[in-house]
């Protein structure tokens, strides 16, 4: 669509439609900072202490954004798990299961090879059996979706609690190592196989496959045939068939990648975090990676800053309980706040009149 | 429970008290997910309402034991639980008919929030133990202790046994039925008729999250009559699998409910004989046979059988 601007129109006119994505997402994460300090105010902490706290926690010192990056890596690769079938029009929340899934594959991967491989070709080893480990079990919802019609936002669900079954199910059993006595847990990876940290700092490589990962998500989509096709089966499914597009093998392809993502996203934190698997591999990465990605309104590279954000508030739960005495739950709370005030952002596009075009007649 | 008696008696047995413990929660969720389905809205986030009804409902037994006796206060406690519900239901109620929000989403928004309000308030009660509601004494006839325990049925659970007919009679036959019926199936011929969709839609969420805060009042006062973290371990969600496999139908929702109650019940039933080996996978029984019944009962080509007409679509 092209409008005529006449010579002496402001940049403002012509930059307010692109500022109105940027402007509407701020402005809910500040609503949703004040909803949360009356919330704090009524169970009697005081508001500024507490954001200056996240603050701090989060993203005040070298030591708090090493925490909060270590926490941001998976966090961008789960929320692709959501944002990529999105663009394609479905709802995807299996991105637990999927992290479980790729966790477990990379273990049984990493122990089978143990330390006769090269550590390098080890860990790739482990993470090609994640990405594919974790694809498929996503490529599942899609082909349920595509070829019995079965509403892909509840089988990737349901997915998720069958994935943790599996693998209690195999680390109390078959995989588990007596010797290890505090709870019931794989045996340890070969030391070989543990994922190093970028040097001088703490944080794992984990954050470069995150960071890799977006980007080339980002490339696939906005800037490639496959992209535009995903893009638009997702805009029109209708006439996305008219015109032709492999509907059904977009679908699995799309899933595969996003589940691709999230197991991805398990190796990594069995190989540079736990060390092996046990029940501690299921702590909420996955539902986050949700909040993520529809926060950064399903784009790749939003994804990132959304991740790094809230990476940072996750890793300031602690220190919320120790001085101001709030259960850790609070960040629960906070996220929760958060998604509901930028659901509601998105409905005011087009609704403010500042944000729209004014072509001159 | 005191199985060992019965030897291998204890399966059938433990599978059948697991049914009419387990189910009650099931019932009430999953007649409140069916009365806002029927009006065109899917409510995903009744997982963090069965958990916030769970807590009020702890929380309010626990804190007016003194005040109302150990009778009445469990009745306080599943009223709160309902209120709760309700809270929780009209942010949906709105949020989710504002233009361009995916109700899924959130649905997904409201189970954070949801969750996280009812771990934040619910932190203080983890501990205390709060009165129970009263149970009936179904099995006084029989001398075995494992029998008497099994036969004990919560009042609640008749409560939904009979909301679940007086729901189907409420759709058949009333003028409020058949409104949410328009608005579910044709939105415009509902607004023809000059009904608000808004109005019918946001009661619906509404009324349908109130019976969903009360089947979280039915874990924390009920079976397993403890407030955890953990009580609710995706009941809410499987509600709108379960849903769609009653096919919109209050009655046939009983029926479902019982079944997912009895598949809960067969891991804890095989363990209480000395099973343990698959505990896990029985465990995850319930969602393998929801995923099993949508494989077999849903088709791309057409719609189900009894699928309010405007569901998942954006209107």
Request: aromatic share 10%; net charge positive.
């Amino acid at each position: 669509m092209t409008i005529a601007f006449p010579a002496g129109a402001s940049w403002l006119s012509r930059w307010r439609r692109p500022l109105e994505s940027v402007l509407l997402p701020i402005a809910a994460l500040v609503v949703a900072l004040l909803i949360f300090g009356i919330f704090c105010a009524l169970s009697g902490a005081n508001p500024l202490a507490v954001y200056g706290s996240i603050y701090r926690a989060a993203f005040g010192s070298w030591s708090a954004w090493q925490n909060t990056l270590i926490r941001a890596a998976p966090l961008m690769l789960t929320a692709l798990c959501t944002a990529l079938p999105a663009r394609l029009g479905l709802v995807i929340i299996g991105n637990e299961g999927a992290l479980v899934i790729g966790g477990l594959c990379a273990v049984v991967m990493g122990l089978s090879v143990g330390a006769t491989l090269p550590p390098f070709m080890g860990q790739m080893a482990m993470a090609i059996a994640a990405i594919v480990g974790g694809g498929v079990w996503i490529m599942l919802a899609g082909a349920l979706r595509h070829y019995r019609g079965v509403n892909e936002t509840i089988s990737s669900l349901l997915l998720n609690y069958i994935a943790i079954a599996v693998m209690n199910h195999l680390v109390e059993g078959p995989m588990r190592d007596a010797e290890f006595v505090t709870k019931p847990s794989s045996a340890e990876l070969s030391e070989a196989l543990w994922m190093g940290t970028i040097p001088g700092s703490r944080i794992h490589y984990g954050l470069i496959y995150g960071l890799i990962a977006c980007v080339l998500a980002y490339v696939l989509i906005q800037r490639t045939t496959f992209g535009f096709a995903a893009r638009t089966t997702g805009g029109n499914l209708r006439a996305a068939r008219i015109a032709g597009l492999p509907v059904g093998k977009l679908t699995l392809a799309v899933c595969f990648l996003g589940g691709s993502c999230a197991g991805l996203a398990g190796m990594i934190e069995v190989a540079a975090v736990q060390k092996r698997i046990n029940e501690s591999l299921v702590s909420n990465y996955g539902y986050a990676g949700i909040l993520v990605a529809f926060v950064s309104r399903h784009n790749p590279l939003a994804t990132i800053l959304v991740a790094v954000l809230l990476g940072g508030i996750l890793a300031s739960g602690g220190i919320l309980q120790r001085s101001h005495d709030l259960p850790d739950a609070t960040v629960l709370v906070f996220q929760g706040i958060v998604f509901l005030c930028v659901l509601f952002s998105d409905s005011l596009y087009g609704r403010l009149p500042w944000f729209q075009e004014k072509p001159v007649v | 429970m005191a199985t060992e008696a019965l030897g291998w008696w204890g399966v059938p047995l433990g599978i059948l008290a697991g049914t009419l413990r387990g189910s009650a929660p099931f019932l009430f969720v999953s007649l409140g997910e069916c009365l806002t389905e029927k009006s065109g809205k899917i409510n995903l986030g009744l997982e963090g309402t069965l958990l916030m009804g769970a807590m009020s409902a702890y929380g309010i037994s626990y804190l007016t034991q003194g005040f109302v006796g150990e009778f009445w206060a469990p009745w306080l406690g599943v009223l709160a639980a309902g209120i709760a519900g309700m809270f929780l239901g009209s942010i949906h109620g709105w949020l989710a008919q504002q233009p361009r929000v995916n109700d899924v989403a959130v649905g997904i928004a409201m189970i954070i929030f949801g969750s996280g309000l009812a771990f934040f308030l619910g932190k203080p009660f983890i501990q205390p133990q709060a009165p129970q509601l009263f149970t009936l004494q179904f099995g006084a006839w029989s001398s075995n202790p494992a029998v008497q325990s099994a036969l004990k049925i919560s009042p609640l659970f008749l409560i939904g046994v009979a909301i679940a007919p007086l729901m189907q009679w409420f759709f058949r036959a009333t003028r409020w039925g058949l409104y949410i019926r328009a608005v579910g199936d044709s939105p415009e011929a509902a607004r023809a008729m000059g009904i608000s969709i808004f109005k019918v839609r946001f009661l619906s969420i509404v009324a349908g999250s109130f019976l969903a805060g009360i089947g979280g009042a039915c874990l924390s006062l009920y079976y397993p009559g403890v407030w955890t973290e953990r009580i609710s371990s995706g009941q809410g969600l499987m509600a709108v699998a379960l849903v769609i496999f009653a096919r919109w139908n209050p009655i046939q929702c009983l029926w479902a409910s019982l079944l997912f109650g009895g598949a809960q019940a067969i891991g804890p039933a095989f363990q209480s004989v000395g099973i343990n080996a698959y505990y896990y996978l029985f465990n995850a029984a319930p969602y393998i046979l929801t995923l099993l019944i949508m494989i077999v009962t849903c088709s791309p080509k057409r719609t189900l059988v009894g699928a309010p007409g405007s569901l998942g679509k954006g209107d």
